[in-house]
């Protein structure tokens, strides 16, 4: 079992779906961790208790990723309820279930999406590299898609916040290095979590993800968690600026 015995973690969208689980492992992994939540307060209280089983702190904190002052104020409890801030996760991202055409996309829907998919992940970066900086180390993982590196055709403003968080992890990596800062990237297919479901369980979803996934199937929350842990763990201590890809082999790129 991978350790992170004695680091510090932040994990944003840790309520359900990839958070959740990402949470529950680093718990099991030794870390303490704070993640955020915006509406899912009962399953935020829930994955509390149940990752705090294992013997870490484990802290739920209300935040609306696409808000400057909320990610200040996460950061800034996360560090003061932790000590230190060893692992940044910035997972906290939406996908539109509904067809959007691009003629038909309005500037309230192109901004939300933009709002909580890309300014979120700024936003907390921004607040938390300065106590990276101050420890001369820490790791940034960031949580893009398949639709980030192929575009997804009538979600492309999801595509294109993305697609601009894979630059911004490979912009960050060269920037950050000299302070001990790494940042890497996971980016997942489809997983079966509560944001994909609705589409997933479809007849037309089943059969579209058995055609498009050479696996034959969506990936699970673990097995997006899984990566992430090795990111954030001694292992990957000589990776910075990666993209690891996790999609059943659906988008075959480096």
């Known amino acids: 079992m991978i350790s992170l015995a004695g680091k510090a ?25 704070v993640f955020s939540y915006n509406s899912a307060k009962e399953a935020a209280k829930q994955l509390e208790q149940e990752a705090a089983k294992h013997g870490t702190r484990v802290e739920a904190f209300k935040a609306d990723a696409g808000k400057q002052a909320d990610n200040k104020k996460l950061v800034e409890h996360a560090i003061t309820r932790l000590g230190r801030l060893d692992i940044l996760v910035a997972n906290a991202g939406v996908w539109n279930v509904e067809d959007l055409p691009i003629e038909k996309m309005t500037e309230k829907q192109w901004d939300d999406m933009m709002r909580i998919n890309l300014k979120s992940v700024y936003s907390v970066i921004h607040f938390a590299v300065p106590q990276m900086i101050k420890q001369k180390s ?83 929350a673990e097995e997006v968690a899984g990566p992430i842990l090795f990111l954030a763990s001694d292992l990957a201590n000589f990776m910075t600026g990666e993209i690891l890809n996790v999609n059943g082999g659906s988008v075959l790129c480096g």
């Not at 779906?17 to 680093?26: D, E, H, M, T």
């Not at 718990?27 to 303490?32: F, L, V």
């Not at 893009?144 to 403003?157: I, N």
């Open 9 to 33: 973690a932040l994990i944003t969208g840790g309520s359900r779906g990839i958070g959740a689980a990402a949470v529950k492992l680093f718990a099991q992994a030794g870390a303490d961790v």
């Open 138 to 220: 820490g790791k940034i993982i960031t949580i893009s898609s398949t639709a980030g590196q192929r575009g997804e055709s009538f979600h492309t403003h999801y595509g294109a916040s993305k697609g601009a968080i894979i630059s911004l992890t490979k912009g960050l990596s060269t920037e950050l290095a000299r302070h001990g800062i790494l940042v890497n990237c996971v980016a997942p297919g489809w997983v079966a979590t509560d944001m994909s479901n609705p589409v997933l369980d479809t007849k037309a979803g089943q059969k579209m993800a058995a055609s498009v996934i050479p696996m034959g199937r969506p990936g699970t």
